[in-house]
Structure formats: structure tokens, C-alpha cells
């Protein structure tokens, strides 16, 4: 009888843990799924989209999606997404991701509480570098500005081609650059520990980029590659 009841809060254990685990882990998912989503309907409308040219000399992405209901909040304060970086110290395809956090600054567009998605374009090693901290400040420990936006904008000025990092807001269906200077970028590792169902480090997955894609960050990945493959990365 003892048996029988020790087995018995064994088994609701077992349960109960794997309902919390799979229940946590679906939030990572739908941060995953909205940053796909986010990516394809910004890249839809290539007049009004990140340019590719810049797209494919990114060594990393980073999205931070923003929901109404049930999600994420960012009102300039505070933000969850992901950043996937490419492989072979940023000229490879795109590795594992890992999740982030955003706090402080201001996006600027943030109008009636409406939701702002918010992209970043780390553009080189440096930029993967400040991504292995805990946190770092965006327009302090890297370089960041408002990246221009449309099939025909230019990418070569100076103030593109120096900046570590290039953002940009969507909000009310308004896509623009914007200014993040003051917004500090760190780490999600809870997030990270559910996604991959261990503690991993950011450098195994931002740089070495030596963990698999679990199978919910697919979409993400593939969308990715779907608008900059590997084989049309450019290193200069």
C-alpha cells in the first residue's frame, strides 16, 4: 500500500512537472513564431522593408516582438525577443538562437499604448562580441543608429557603415528606423535554459554557435534563410 501511494505522488510529480515545463516552454515558442511572423510581414513589402543589401551584411538579427494580448510588453521599458547570429564568426548560416531581453530607452513611436515590434541588425564582430555579455548598452558599449529603410535607400553612407548595430520599430502598421540609444540589451538565460532544456552559455550559441536548432526555433531560422541565405553573405 505504501508502494502503491509513493509510486502514485511520483507519477503526479512526473505529470505536473512536464505540464510546467511544456507550458513554459510554449512561451519561448510563441516569442520564436511572432519574430518569424514579424520578419516576413516587414520583409513583404520590400519598398517599405529593411533593406536586403543590409540584410545580407548582418552577422546577427535580433527581433523583439510586441503583443496586445497574453505577450510581451515594450513601451519603451521592456522587451523580450531573439537574436540568431551567423556561423563561422558571422559569415556562415544562421546558428542557434538565444533568447534576449530589452530595458529602457525609448523607441519613439510608441503613440496610445499601440504595440511596437522593434529589429536590430548587428553588423560585425564586435557587435556578436557585446552580444556574449550579460548586458550591454546600446549606443554605449556599441555603436547603434536608425537604419534606413526601402529597396532603394542607400546602406553606404558613413553613419550605416559605422554602426555596430542598425534598429528598427514597427508600430501601427509604420515600419521606420529608429533610435535606441540608452536601451541596455541582456541575456535571457531562464529563457534560454527552458528553450534548450539545460544551462547554456551565450557564447556556445551566439558565437560558436555549437548547439542544434531545437525543433520550435525552426520557422525562425528558416525565415532567416528564406531572405538571406548563407551563400549570399558578404564580408565586406
Known amino acids: 500500500m505504501r508502494t502503491s501511494?509513493?509510486?502514485?505522488?511520483?507519477?503526479?510529480?512526473?505529470?505536473?512537472?512536464?505540464?510546467?515545463?511544456?507550458?513554459?516552454q510554449s512561451?519561448?515558442?510563441?516569442?520564436?513564431?511572432?519574430?518569424?511572423?514579424?520578419?516576413?510581414?516587414?520583409?513583404?513589402?520590400?519598398?517599405?522593408?529593411?533593406?536586403?543589401?543590409?540584410?545580407?551584411?548582418?552577422?546577427c538579427v535580433a527581433v523583439i516582438p510586441s503583443m496586445k494580448k497574453g505577450g510581451f510588453i515594450?513601451?519603451?521599458?521592456?522587451?523580450?525577443g531573439v537574436v540568431s547570429c551567423r556561423k563561422n564568426s558571422g559569415t556562415g548560416e544562421w546558428g542557434p538562437p538565444s533568447m534576449i531581453k530589452l530595458t529602457g530607452g525609448s523607441v519613439g513611436l510608441l503613440a496610445g499604448g499601440a504595440a511596437v515590434d522593434v529589429v536590430m541588425l548587428i553588423m560585425d564582430l564586435d557587435g556578436i562580441n557585446s552580444l556574449i555579455k550579460n548586458q550591454f548598452t546600446l549606443g554605449g558599449d556599441a555603436s547603434v543608429a536608425a537604419g534606413p529603410v526601402g529597396r532603394e535607400s542607400s546602406a553606404d553612407t558613413d553613419v550605416y557603415l559605422k554602426a555596430k548595430i542598425l534598429s528598427y520599430s514597427?508600430?501601427?502598421?509604420?515600419?521606420?528606423?529608429?533610435?535606441?540609444?540608452?536601451?541596455?540589451?541582456?541575456?535571457?538565460?531562464?529563457?534560454?535554459?527552458?528553450?534548450?532544456?539545460?544551462?547554456?552559455?551565450?557564447?556556445d550559441l551566439v558565437f560558436d554557435a555549437t548547439e542544434p536548432v531545437p525543433k520550435i526555433a525552426q520557422e525562425f531560422i528558416q525565415t532567416l534563410n528564406k531572405y538571406s541565405p548563407a551563400r549570399y553573405r558578404k564580408t565586406s
Open 5 to 24: 501511494i509513493i509510486f502514485f505522488l511520483i507519477f503526479v510529480w512526473l505529470t505536473s512537472w512536464e505540464a510546467s515545463t511544456g507550458q513554459a
Open 170 to 203: 514597427r508600430s501601427q502598421g509604420v515600419f521606420a528606423g529608429v533610435e535606441l540609444n540608452g536601451a541596455v540589451l541582456k541575456q535571457d538565460r531562464d529563457a534560454n535554459q527552458r528553450l534548450y532544456g539545460k544551462i547554456v552559455g551565450e557564447k
Open 27 to 59: 512561451k519561448e515558442a510563441n516569442r520564436l513564431n511572432s519574430s518569424a511572423t514579424i520578419l516576413n510581414e516587414i520583409m513583404a513589402t520590400p519598398d517599405k522593408s529593411i533593406p536586403i543589401d543590409l540584410l545580407t551584411k548582418s552577422a
Open 74 to 80: 515594450f513601451g519603451g521599458r521592456y522587451g523580450r
